[in-house]
Nanobody, 115 residues
Framework: QVQLVESGGGLVQPGGSLKLSCAAS????????MYWVRQAPGKGLEWVSL????????AYADSGKGRFTISRDNAKSTLYLQMNTLKPEDTARYYC????????RGQGTQVTVSS
């Protein structure tokens, strides 16, 4: 079955950086487009970023443009999200997903940006 296991979250001060990872299994990762979505407290799921199966194409929500970088290692079936210049409004649970809506996603990793 599909398994998506996120890691790398934590508490970081504003302006700091974190790199999230997502280990995927149970499907053909190398031919799958992949997504990051997030959910802030009291809010719905928000799409953050996507990457094509080869990694040649990426896209970002306006909230993360210029600060977030999505990448993947198909040999390791792992998805990444490098987040720089973090802001308090980036506080959320971050999920990797097989679809943009996040209907097929992992358990998530918590990111808290606070001084």
């Amino acid at each position: 079955q599909v398994q998506l296991v996120e890691s790398g979250g934590g508490l970081v001060q504003p302006g700091g950086s974190l790199k999230l990872s997502c280990a995927a299994s149970g499907f053909t990762f190398s031919t799958s487009w992949m997504y990051w979505v997030r959910q802030a407290p009291g809010k719905g799921l928000e799409w953050v970023s996507l990457i094509s199966s080869t990694g040649s194409g990426t896209a970002y929500a306006d909230s993360g443009k210029g600060r977030f970088t999505i990448s993947r290692d198909n040999a390791k079936s792992t998805l990444y999200l490098q987040m720089n210049t973090l802001k308090p409004e980036d506080t959320a649970r971050y999920y990797c997903a097989r679809d943009r809506n996040g209907s097929i996603r992992g358990q998530g990793t918590q990111v808290t940006v606070s001084s």
